[in-house]
Nanobody
Framework: QAQLIESGGGLVQAGGSLRLSCAAS????????MGWFRQAPGKEREFVAA????????YYADSVKGRFTISRDNARNTVYLQMNSLNPEDTAVYYC????????????????WGQGTQVTVSS
């Protein structure tokens, strides 16, 4: 069964950095767009970033643009999210998922969700 496993979350002070990883197992996703989303307590799941299958196109939510970088290593079947200049508003569970044919920021357009990794930013 294909699945995605996120890792790299943790507790960090405001202004700090974390790098999240999303490793795929059971199948390869190197021909699919991949996306990162996050969900804070009491809030809806929101789009963070997405990347094309080749890695040559990336998309970001306005709230993270210039601070977060999405990348992928298809040889390792892994997608990354480098997060810099973190602030308390970035606190959430971060999920990766497999995208569709075209870019979309809508969670319903994604599948094979991982279990998520908690990111907590203290002030």
């Amino acid at each position: 069964q294909a699945q995605l496993i996120e890792s790299g979350g943790g507790l960090v002070q405001a202004g700090g950095s974390l790098r999240l990883s999303c490793a795929a197992s059971g199948r390869t996703f190197d021909t699919y767009r991949m996306g990162w989303f996050r969900q804070a307590p009491g809030k809806e799941r929101e789009f963070v970033a997405a990347i094309s299958w080749s890695g040559d196109r990336t998309y970001y939510a306005d709230s993270v643009k210039g601070r977060f970088t999405i990348s992928r290593d298809n040889a390792r079947n892994t997608v990354y999210l480098q997060m810099n200049s973190l602030n308390p508003e970035d606190t959430a569970v971060y999920y990766c998922a497999v995208g569709g044919t075209y870019f979309s920021p809508i969670p319903l357009e994604y599948s094979n969700w991982g279990q998520g990794t908690q990111v907590t930013v203290s002030s």
